[in-house]
């Protein structure tokens, strides 16, 4: 399920390539240290820094709760 975008009004970003980057984070950092539940983090795509909330749920996909540019 994708969350809506409005959030990203105004940004030149869109959903996909946020909740991509979203993905790409999380999955590098839960390999990384074999961490799974929630995340909470930031992602900085083309100069615009998005922070997220998200988790991994129990079949190993990512559920990507909210996302919202810094400072808006």
């Given at each position: 399920?994708?969350?809506?975008?409005r959030h990203l009004l105004g940004t030149g970003l869109n959903g996909a390539e946020v909740e991509k980057a979203?993905?790409?984070?999380?999955r590098s950092s839960a390999n990384?240290?074999?961490?799974?539940?929630?995340?909470?983090g930031r992602v900085n795509i083309r100069?615009?820094?998005?922070?997220?909330?998200?988790?991994?749920?129990k079949d190993g996909n990512i559920?990507?709760?909210?996302y919202y540019p810094v400072g808006q």
């Open positions: 399920m994708r969350v809506s975008s979203i993905e790409q984070s999380i990384a240290s074999s961490a799974t539940g929630n995340f909470w100069g615009q820094e998005i922070e997220y909330r998200a988790y991994i749920i559920n990507i709760g909210t």
